[in-house]
């Protein structure tokens, strides 16, 4: 694909990409402000965006998306990144700045995203001893294993009730 084409299909992919959020959050404000017509609607055309961003990812695959041991290593450095340096300086930004939501949110990421770079690190260096069956999502910061629901999540300390389980 010549460049500048494979450029505007990157921008169209993050622009479609966030609009499906973007279009999900309107909805439950719509659901808040008892218009449920509406909010169907955010829902549907969200869902329409959610087909725009997954059809322009697919045009740029071949340079997004590599072989498995590649794209294991790469979700590893990114996870390393993010929670040994953008998140720690958004903390600290967030706390200079007294916004308390924000940086619990960013110190629950930080310390997430680290889980999340260990498991790509033992699924890289082919160390899983026993078959994974399923993982269990923190729903409130992030946390992810494969032992058992834990009784308190070790990041957020949120109840087991808040995991969702992602089973093969
Ligand atoms: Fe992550
Ligand atoms: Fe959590």
Do not use: W
Not at 29 to 47: C, G, M, S, T
Not at 97 to 108: N, R, V
Not at 130 to 137: F, I, W
């Amino acid at each position: 694909m010549k460049e500048k084409t494979r450029e505007n299909v990157y921008k169209a992919f993050i622009g479609e990409a966030k609009a499906y959020f973007r279009l999900l959050a309107y909805a439950e404000k719509a659901d808040e402000e008892k218009v449920p017509q509406v909010a169907l609607l955010f829902r549907a055309i969200a869902e329409a965006e959610r087909v725009h961003a997954t059809r322009q990812l697919n045009l740029v695959k071949d340079l997004l998306v590599k072989d498995t041991d590649t794209n294991l290593e790469k979700s590893f450095q990114r996870e390393k990144s993010v929670s040994e340096n953008e998140y720690p300086d958004f903390l600290k930004t967030a706390e200079e700045e007294g916004e308390t939501a924000a940086a619990l949110a960013f110190s629950h990421a930080r310390d997430a995203e680290g889980y999340h770079a260990k498991l790509y690190e033992r699924a890289m260096m082919n160390v899983i001893k026993d078959v994974v069956k399923a993982y269990h999502v923190c729903q409130v910061c992030g946390y992810v294993t494969d032992k058992k629901i834990p009784k308190a999540c070790p990041v957020c300390g949120a109840p087991p009730e808040k995991f969702k389980t992602v089973e093969a």
